[in-house]
């Protein structure tokens, strides 16, 4: 049959990235037990495309993840190289998302249970340079501490979101970053709690009373400890309770010391 994506373009213009978005796909990610645990990941990839061709093989993308269901650093890279390969391009790139679930003790009864993080990779694959965007959203409590320090009774919390991004040329356990998330917050979230632990919950936040300004500066000085990690950026968001809107605190830093790649994406 005819290869019309082959066919020659006379238009010769330069692509900079065609392919397939949000593909629905089970893969498997390991957790820091070393356990494989599958997951259900939205996935997009794409490759920049050379002017003299018609178009890309979009099949393939889909054939080469479908061999590579097991997502890890070596694997991510892998998927990239391949797909390099089997489409002639310079350039690739992929992204991942899926809700990866940490098993959590509850603070007093001990009672276990699974909290849900969000996750994404976008990795690119540049010539031979090979970068990582490493991100993980983890949902922790806040208290605020003018409203404790203002009010005779009580002070308002709420439910916030940290976000850790990281740029690595090496692992990082999801885990270790949901760690971090939940150590600078005033208090971890958890799925089941029993009376005595919702005592301890909420007065281990009361305890703690932080602004988003303290979460991303407290979460920071502990991954500036991390030297595997480069390029960084840390966001905390509060669903205010008491107000009609969200409070956010944002720092972004850079550790590495190398070059960035010059890729574009």
Known sequence: MKDVQNQKDQRNIYLNEVGIRDLKLPVEVKDSAGRWMPVTAVISLSADLKGAKKGTHMSRFVEILQRNNRMDLRQLRTILEEIQ???DAEN???SIRFDYFIEKQSPVSGLRSY????????????GDAFDLELTVRTP???????SKEISEASA???????????????FVWIEDLVKIAEQSASSPVYTLLKRPDEKFVTEAAYDRPMFVEDVV???KQM?????EIGRYAIEAESQESIHNHAAFARVVGDRSEREDAECTH
């Open 156 to 170: 308002h919390n709420q439910r916030a979101t940290v976000s850790i991004t990281v740029h690595t040329e090496k």
């Open 115 to 126: 909290l849900a993080v969000e996750v994404e990779n976008n990795a690119s694959l540049c």
């Open 92 to 94: 690739s790139y992929l």
């Open 223 to 227: 991954v500036d400890q991390m030297p």
């Open 217 to 219: 500066r407290e979460a």
């Open 140 to 146: 922790v409590t806040t208290l605020c501490p003018c």
């Open 85 to 87: 390969a089997k489409l």
